[in-house]
């Protein structure tokens, strides 16, 4: 059956290089398998970029379709590293830096390192927390202090594993380079590559003496405490990066990324839709038909709010520039106020007889 490669990427015919390029880092982000995507949905993506990523094999898919690849354009065989069929023959040179972190991904599911200029850095895992903050806080912004206990760089050796002082000598394994060099079969062909050294882990040297303070792992466990700046606009659910102040992985490694998870609390007298603050005024029936200035509520603290002469209950008011600042660009969302009558439960026995008076009156 013949296969649609523009619509398999979600791309127009007349889609440009970098329109493919952009189609298939998402889609494969997306459909990684090792990320629970579909292995059916990653082989079909990495087969339509391979064809329509190429010029030549575009115009030759234009002009016939994609029985021009099967049962022999590609090999037709079991290739593609074990998801059977399509891409046995294909040798061609794949740039893994111009696909960006996505060589990495695809490198790392095929067994090689070295999808950015060769060395791999071994990575630590993030961590995610969450802040619970008021909503005035998530208004108006705040300083927050979160406290971690985690895995940080020694403060010893500082993650080099070696003891304060101790000789360091010449990695034999790699011979000072730091790297190997590591032939893996991808559904790229097979492609080789220089991959971090798994005798100095990249470093070029090695210890004599390990770090007695961390036995040369390069690691310690600390609680660490961070100082949030949250900011004015954020809305629940929301996350903040801290790069690089996620869990360290070891002697040679680098340190994942942080995520602090912002959760808002609920408000009494506010809730939240965008950017736009929502809020009920409770107004007094006379001040509804006769009209007048009350108080109310804002997230800024009290304001006033004018009441025109025959205001009826439900109506809903807009003040400009009254609810959330935006994340990214200027300005602030409104604030819409539900006009409610206002219904005592008691009254007095003047107020009866006033109310009693214009009850005859028809009002």
Do not use: W
């Given at each position: 059956?013949?296969?649609?490669?523009?619509?398999?990427?979600?791309?127009?015919?007349?889609?440009?290089?970098d329109e493919?390029?952009?189609?298939?880092?998402?889609?494969?982000?997306?459909?990684?398998?090792?990320?629970?995507?579909?292995?059916?949905?990653?082989?079909?993506?990495?087969?339509?970029?391979?064809?329509?990523?190429?010029?030549?094999?575009?115009a030759?898919?234009?002009?016939?379709?994609?029985?021009?690849?099967?049962?022999?354009?590609?090999?037709?065989?079991?290739?593609?590293?074990?998801?059977?069929?399509?891409?046995?023959?294909?040798?061609?040179?794949?740039?893994?830096?111009?696909?960006?972190?996505l060589?990495d991904?695809?490198?790392?599911?095929?067994?090689?390192?070295?999808?950015?200029?060769?060395?791999?850095?071994?990575?630590?895992?993030?961590?995610?927390?969450?802040?619970?903050?008021?909503?005035?806080?998530?208004?108006?912004?705040?300083?927050?202090?979160?406290?971690?206990?985690?895995?940080?760089?020694?403060?010893?050796?500082?993650?080099?594993?070696?003891?304060?002082?101790?000789?360091?000598?010449?990695c034999?394994?790699?011979?000072?380079?730091?790297?190997?060099?590591?032939?893996?079969?991808?559904?790229?062909?097979?492609?080789?590559?220089?991959?971090?050294?798994?005798?100095?882990?990249?470093?070029?040297?090695?210890?004599?003496?390990?770090?007695?303070?961390?036995?040369?792992?390069?690691?310690?466990?600390?609680?660490?405490?961070?100082?949030?700046?949250?900011?004015?606009?954020?809305?629940?659910?929301?996350?903040?990066?801290?790069?690089?102040?996620?869990?360290?992985?070891?002697?040679?490694?680098?340190?994942?990324?942080?995520?602090?998870?912002?959760?808002?609390?609920?408000?009494?007298?506010?809730?939240?839709?965008?950017?736009?603050?929502?809020?009920?005024?409770?107004?007094?029936?006379?001040?509804?038909?006769?009209?007048?200035?009350?108080?109310?509520?804002?997230?800024?603290?009290?304001?006033?709010?004018?009441?025109?002469?025959g205001?009826?209950?439900?109506?809903?008011?807009?003040?400009?520039?009254?609810?959330?600042?935006?994340?990214?660009?200027h300005?602030?969302?409104?604030?819409?106020?539900?006009?409610?009558?206002?219904?005592?439960?008691?009254?007095?026995?003047?107020?009866?007889?006033?109310?009693?008076?214009?009850k005859?009156?028809?009002?």
């Amino acid at each position: 059956m013949s296969k649609d490669y523009y619509k398999i990427l979600g791309v127009e015919k007349t889609a440009s290089d970098d329109e493919l390029k952009k189609a298939f880092r998402r889609l494969a982000h997306e459909h990684h398998p090792d990320k629970g995507g579909d292995q059916q949905k990653f082989k079909d993506i990495n087969e339509a970029y391979q064809v329509l990523g190429d010029k030549e094999k575009r115009a030759k898919y234009d002009r016939f379709g994609s029985a021009a690849f099967e049962q022999g354009g590609f090999g037709g065989g079991q290739g593609f590293g074990g998801f059977g069929g399509g891409f046995q023959d294909f040798q061609g040179g794949v740039n893994f830096e111009d696909l960006g972190d996505l060589g990495d991904i695809l490198g790392g599911m095929f067994g090689f390192e070295g999808g950015r200029g060769g060395q791999r850095v071994k990575r630590g895992r993030d961590i995610e927390t969450e802040l619970i903050i008021d909503f005035l806080e998530a208004a108006h912004g705040a300083k927050k202090q979160i406290k971690l206990y985690k895995n940080s760089v020694c403060s010893v050796c500082q993650g080099t594993g070696a003891e304060p002082g101790s000789k360091m000598e010449t990695c034999k394994t790699c011979n000072g380079k730091g790297q190997v060099q590591k032939t893996a079969r991808t559904i790229f062909g097979a492609i080789q590559s220089a991959v971090t050294c798994p005798e100095c882990q990249g470093q070029g040297q090695r210890r004599t003496v390990d770090c007695k303070h961390c036995s040369g792992a390069g690691i310690e466990k600390v609680t660490k405490e961070y100082s949030i700046d949250v900011p004015a606009g954020i809305d629940d659910g929301e996350a903040l990066k801290l790069n690089g102040e996620g869990e360290y992985p070891g002697v040679g490694g680098k340190a994942g990324d942080l995520f602090v998870r912002i959760r808002v609390k609920a408000h009494p007298g506010f809730s939240r839709e965008g950017q736009n603050v929502l809020s009920t005024a409770e107004i007094p029936y006379s001040t509804l038909q006769l009209g007048g200035e009350v108080t109310i509520d804002t997230v800024d603290g009290p304001g006033s709010l004018k009441i025109p002469e025959g205001t009826q209950s439900g109506t809903v008011f807009k003040l400009h520039g009254k609810g959330f600042p935006y994340l990214r660009g200027h300005g602030r969302g409104d604030q819409l106020v539900t006009i409610q009558a206002k219904v005592e439960k008691k009254i007095s026995r003047e107020q009866k007889k006033a109310l009693e008076e214009l009850k005859k009156t028809g009002l």
